[in-house]
C-alpha cells in the first residue's frame, strides 16, 4: 500500500508539473451586472458628446515680436487701442460729411435754406420771449435754515388810503414752509414764465427738482461733488448747474438726463448765465476768468482774465450787454469785451439784474438793479446812460483815460424798506385789473429778500412813469429819483434768506393739467424738429460761431488776453486738493454770511 501511494502522487505530481509547465496562471473575476450596466452607460454617454475642436495656436507675426516687458505690452495695447479709435473717428467723420453733403444736396433741390445766389441763409436769430404780464405769480426763497418758502402773489387795484406812489396791492398767501435740503439753500431757479419746475440746490452738493403746480417732490440730480452754486434755465427743456468742483452740467427736462459736463474752469464755479437765444453761456469763478461755452456743441469757446473773482454774471434782455459782479464792483460789458458801464460802492453789492420795459412814451428802456448792503435796492436807466455816454464823448473828445469811455450809470429810482443786506432781486411784468374790473394794465413789480428775514414787493410804475427821453445832467438825474416804499411783505420769523425766484402764473388752477400736457408735448415735439431739420441747426451755429469769432478778434485787437479753450472738454484731470481749499472758503463765506446777517 505505501508504494502504491507514493505512486499515485507521484504521478499527480508529474501531472501538476505538466500543467505548470504550460505557462503562468491567472485568476478571472466576473464583472458584475450593475458594473457592466454602468460602464455601457459611460460609454454611450462617452459616445453622444461632439468632439472636441483641437485650439489653434496663436502665431505672431515676424514683424511683431512678443513683448518682452509688461511695459512694453501695455503700451502696444494702448497704441492698438488708439489706431482703433482714430480709425473709427475717420471713418464717422466720413460719414458725417457725407449726411452733410445729403442734406445740403436736398435742401437745394426743395428751395430750403438758399437764396437765389446759392448761398445758405442762416435762419434770424430767435431771443427767447420775455414773460407775459399775469395777475398773480409764485415767490419761491431759500434759506440757510433749509427752509423752502413758497408765496402766491396775487396783484390788486390800490384801494384809495393807499400811497399815491402805489398804483396797485399785492396780497402774499403762504403756499408752503419745509425743509427741502439737509443743509442750507444756495439757489433756486424755476424754468420760465408759467412753467411747473422748480430746482433747488445747496452745500448738500444735490439738486432736487420740484413740480410747483402739484407741490411735490419729482426727483434728485446727481452729477456733482461740491456745493450747488447756481442754477438757471437756459430754456423750458435744459436746466444749467455749476458747482464748486469746478463742473458745469447741462441736463434735459424732458427726461432730466445729464447731456454734458463742461470743463475748464480751475477752482470753483460760482456763477452761469445762459444768452437770451439759449446757444451760449458764461461763466465765471474763483479762477478769476470769464468763460464762454456754445450749449449746441457742447464745448467751451472762449476765456479772457479780468483779474478779480466774479461773484455773479449776468445778460441783459437783449443779449447784447451782461454784467460782473465781483464784490463791490459791478461792470457791464458788450459781448466784444468793452466796458460800457461800472458801478462802485462802499460795501458789497448783493446782487444784479437787468428788465426791460417799456416807457409812457412807447419806447423800451434797459433798467438796471443793484442790490446794496444797506437793505436799498438802486435802479439805472442803462439807455439813457449810454445817450449821455455819446454826448460826453463829442465835448470831451481829447480825453485818453479810461474811465471818460464809460457811460455814467443815471439812477433813475430807489427800493427802500429792507434793514439789512439785499440778497437777492426777481422783476416781473404784471397785469393790474381796474377797480370796477373791466379792463387791466401793464406795469412791473419787483421782488426782494433780505438778511433781515423780510421778503418785500414793490410797485415800479412810478419810477417807469418817470423815465424821459429829454436829454438831462446828471445833477437833473440825481434830483428826480424816484423813492418807492414796498406794498406788501411777508416775515419770515429772522430766517437768514439765500435766494429767490420769481414765476407767473397764467390761467386757472384747473388748467395745470393742459398746461403739463401742452408743456410735455411742445417739448417733446422740439426734439423731433431738431432732428428733422439738423441742416438748418447746423447752419445757424456756424453763423453765431463765426459771429463770435469775429467779436474775439476785435478783442484780442484792443489788447485782451484771450486763451484757447478747444479739448478742455477731454481734460479728466481732478482738482482734488483745490476742491478742499473751496470747501474752506466756502466754509469761511457762510460764518461771514451769518454774522452779517444778524440784524443790526
Known sequence: MPAQKRARSNDAGAGSSQRNTGGPSATVYRKSAKKQRSDQQQEAAAASKPAKKPVPQRTRPKDDPKPKTKHEFIQAKKAAALKEKEEAAAARRAEEAAEKQLRKKQAQQKGKGVSSKGAPQPPPTILIKPPQPTSSFKIVAGSYERLLYGLEATVEPASSSTSTSTAFAVSLKPIFTFPAHISSIRTVATAGADSKWLATGGTDEI???WDLRKQREVGQLTGHEGTITSLVFASRTYLLTTSADAHMNLY????WALLRTLKGHIGRINSAAPHPTGRLAL????????????LMRGQAAASTRIGIEADLVRWDTEGSRFVVLA?????VFRTDMTKVAELEEKKRIGDVCFFRVTDAEGRERELFFAGLEDGIVKVFDLDASVADEATASNDDS??????DDLAPLVEVGRLVGHQNRVRSVAVLPVSVPSRKGKSTQTSYVATTISSDGLIRTFDLGAIVGSLS?????LAQYAAHVVSVESNAQFDTKGTRLTCLTAVGVAGSVSGGAEQDEAEDADVIGSDDEDESESEVDVEAEDAELKALERALKDAQAK?????DLEGLLDSDD???EEDDDDEVVEDEDEDEDEDEGELE
Do not use: F
Not at 283 to 294: A, H, P
Not at 327 to 331: F, H, K, L, S
Not at 398 to 403: A, E, I, N, R, V
Not at 469 to 473: K, L, V
Open 207 to 209: 439738486v432736487k427738482v
Open 252 to 255: 434735459r427736462t424732458r427726461d
Open 283 to 294: 461763466s465765471v469763478g474763483s479762477d478769476r476768468t470769464i468763460r464762454m461755452w456754445d
Open 327 to 331: 464784490y463791490r464792483q459791478a461792470m
Open 398 to 403: 481829447d480825453s485818453d483815460s479810461d474811465s
Open 469 to 473: 427821453s429829454t436829454q438831462r445832467t
Open 559 to 563: 489788447g485782451l488776453d484771450l486763451e
Open 574 to 576: 481732478d482738482d482734488d
